[in-house]
């Protein structure tokens, strides 16, 4: 599965991360991929993100593929990758502890 992952120019966050030369913070990256299990899973619990790691930036303006994979057996689990071009951006786990409450 994958959601597009795209963050435009007037993105709030662009003009301090790095002014001049803006690139997409990793928070604002991981923020997409907990909406994108979200949107399938519901409201998440309380997330542990026991493996995160940047290696490419994500400029504003690119599109991005987010690819979800649950992780068998160790309750609500995920790993994820964020792709340009088939080029890795981002990859990791998020865990949930549990469901939110309604």
């Given at each position: ?77 995920w790993?994820?990758?964020v ?20």
């Amino acid at each position: 599965m994958a959601d597009a992952l795209l963050v435009e120019a007037t993105h709030p966050c662009l003009p301090g991360h790095f002014p001049g030369r803006p690139v997409v913070p990793g928070v604002v990256i991981l923020d997409r991929v907990v909406a994108a299990i979200e949107a399938l899973h519901g409201p998440l619990g309380a997330l542990r993100l026991p493996q995160v790691k940047f290696v490419q930036p994500l400029l504003p303006e690119q599109t991005a593929a987010i690819r979800l994979e649950p992780i068998a057996g160790q309750g609500p689990r995920w790993r994820f990758r964020v792709e340009r071009d088939g080029t890795l951006l981002a990859s990791g786990e998020i865990a949930a502890a549990s469901p939110a409450s309604a």
